[in-house]
């Protein structure tokens, strides 16, 4: 079975710009993940969908940051304008379902610099 | 809130050896643990879990398992490879608080000949 796909891989952009990041969960899965790890740190999460509704963007800077589901499949998540503080590591991951005991599927992830 | 604490690594062993990585977790409901490794240039995965006290998770000879009375969930393995290298991340669930799932900090793990 495929895995989670992301892309870009890698980006660099300087501050104030904008960026789109793109997430293919595993096909059947409900539940889809953004999350933000800084070097050093473990993933933070930032928004959670459950089919293309928003379960949870409590912890999501909603002045700069946006994430979309259309038709409960793949997303993207957005940044505009971009802070130096932006630059991490995006991880997108999905599960079969929402509930907290099912396993997460990570992609590799998407390595942002803001210069 | 919920929150997840590891040990600082890295933590560095001879091949054979005993690895302990610690983890202990304060959660406002009744959580789902887990640990995830992250070997060099590839995503997070699974390595183990366990869903309610006193379960052990086990994969790959580590294992874990959930002590509710000590709020911890320390993975352990009696003998690591060199192919063990990689980040560990202990993770949890919280069923009954905000689901928002939260890991630790991670534990770098090198293994030498």
């Known amino acids: 079975e495929a895995g989670v796909a992301q892309s870009p891989r ?3 952009i300087e501050k104030r710009q904008s960026v789109a990041f793109w997430c293919n969960p595993i096909s059947g899965h409900a539940t889809l993940y953004w999350y933000q790890q800084i070097l050093g740190q473990g993933p933070k999460l930032l928004i959670q969908f459950q089919n293309n509704g928003v379960v949870d963007d409590s912890q999501l800077p909603k002045d700069r940051f946006s994430a979309e589901r259309l038709k409960g499949v793949d997303s993207t998540l957005k940044i505009q304008p971009a802070k130096l503080e932006d630059s ?3 991880l997108c991951a ?9 396993e997460q599927y990570f992609g590799p992830g998407t390595r942002l610099t803001v210069t | 809130g919920d929150s997840v604490t590891q040990m600082e690594g890295p933590v560095t062993l001879s091949e054979e050896a005993f690895l302990t990585i610690n983890c202990t977790y304060t959660a406002t409901g009744y959580p789902s643990l887990f640990w995830y490794v992250q070997y060099p240039g590839e995503g997070l995965q699974l390595l183990l879990k366990a869903t309610k006290a006193d379960d052990k998770g086990s ?46 900090r991670g534990t770098s793990l090198i293994v030498h000949p």
């Open chain 1, 88 to 90: 991490a590591v995006y």
């Open chain 2, 59 to 104: 994969n790959k000879g580590f294992e874990a398992t959930y002590r509710k009375e000590t709020t911890s969930f320390h993975l352990e393995k009696g003998s690591v490879q060199v192919s063990d290298s990689a980040v560990y991340f202990c993770a949890l669930s919280d069923h009954g608080g905000s689901y928002i799932p939260t890991f630790g």
């Open chain 1, 94 to 102: 999905s599960s079969l379902e929402t509930s907290p005991s099912y």
């Open chain 1, 10 to 12: 890698y980006k660099i």
